[in-house]
């Protein structure tokens, strides 16, 4: 049986080429495990949350599936280019809600001269995603939920502003484009199937995903199906494998 591709079959296959023991390949191959489920659980639940606190962002949304993709064939990754809205709301909830909003802390192996600073060898030195994502000079009105921000007059995703959430330099997150992909399909399909609305009956906490971990911290949200749950089911039996 062919069981796809896997980076742990890969590496042990090559161990030889790499130079590893075998503790330190289960050492990287579980990183990614603790690196990037919970990191990426977390990521889609904020933009659940963010389209259930802002229902006009989330009516643009889908009126841009319903132009584009319409309700008789589920959504796929060749959908990307075309949804430059999404993408936006996407940006835009992870700014708001930065998850890791002070970063991850690095430390300084060496002295290091920044202008007229020294920051000795030995500092921790901390990226503070959250006063980043609210520098009112990238970002105006940095408290607002502003999608269209992320996009320019043309009506495309601008290419000059950026989102820290990864870090920064070269221990930037090595699994950002594997992140990105999976928030972005997994956006895609629940937002193109369902409608959410915040649960009227219960507290809804917004800054509750922030350092958390999503079952420790429930926000609750009704979901509204915008197909019916026949015509979903028979489309995603029929969905791609690798879509
Ligand atoms: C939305 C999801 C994710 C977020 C917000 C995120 C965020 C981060 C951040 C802030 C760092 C620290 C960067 C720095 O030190 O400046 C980091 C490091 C790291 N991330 Fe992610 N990450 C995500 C998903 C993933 C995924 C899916 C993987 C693997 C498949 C992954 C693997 C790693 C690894 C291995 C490191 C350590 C890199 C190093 O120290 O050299 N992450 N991530």
């Given amino acids: 049986m062919d069981e796809g591709p896997s980076f742990t079959k890969y590496m042990l296959e090559n161990d030889n080429f790499h130079g590893l023991t075998e503790d330190e390949l289960a ?5 990614f ?3 990037g489920s919970e990191t ?14 802002f229902p006009e962002e989330q ?12 309700k008789h064939r589920a959504p796929t990754f060749a959908d990307q280019l075309s949804l430059p809205r999404l993408q936006a709301f996407i940006s835009e909830a992870l700014r708001w809600r930065p998850l890791l909003p002070n970063g991850l802390p690095h430390r300084a192996t060496r002295d290091v001269i920044w202008e007229n600073y020294c920051i000795p060898a030995g500092t921790t030195v901390i ?11 990238f970002y105006p009105e940095p408290h607002s939920f ?22 920064f330099g070269r221990r930037i997150c090595p699994g950002q484009y594997v992140a990105n992909r999976s928030v972005f399909i997994n956006s895609l399909l629940v937002l193109w199937a ?15 995903l922030i350092n958390g971990i999503p079952n420790d911290r429930p926000y609750p949200i009704d979901f509204k199906t915008r197909i019916t749950e026949m015509e979903l089911r028979s489309m995603m039996r029929n969905y791609p494998e690798v879509a």
């Fill in 146 to 167: 502003k999608p269209q921000r992320w996009i320019d007059d043309r009506g495309c995703l601008r290419d000059d502003l950026n989102l820290p959430i990864f870090g």
């Fill in 33 to 35: 495990f603790v690196a």
């Fill in 59 to 70: 009516a643009k949304v889908q009126a841009e599936f319903d132009a584009v993709i319409g």
């Fill in 127 to 137: 990226g503070n995603h959250w006063a980043i994502s609210r520098d009112p000079e």
């Fill in 194 to 208: 369902f409608q959410l609305t915040p649960d009227s009956t219960m507290p809804l906490d917004d800054m509750g």
């Fill in 27 to 31: 050492g990287l191959a579980g990183t």
């Fill in 40 to 53: 990426t659980a977390l990521a889609i639940c904020t933009v659940l949350l963010a389209a259930a606190c």
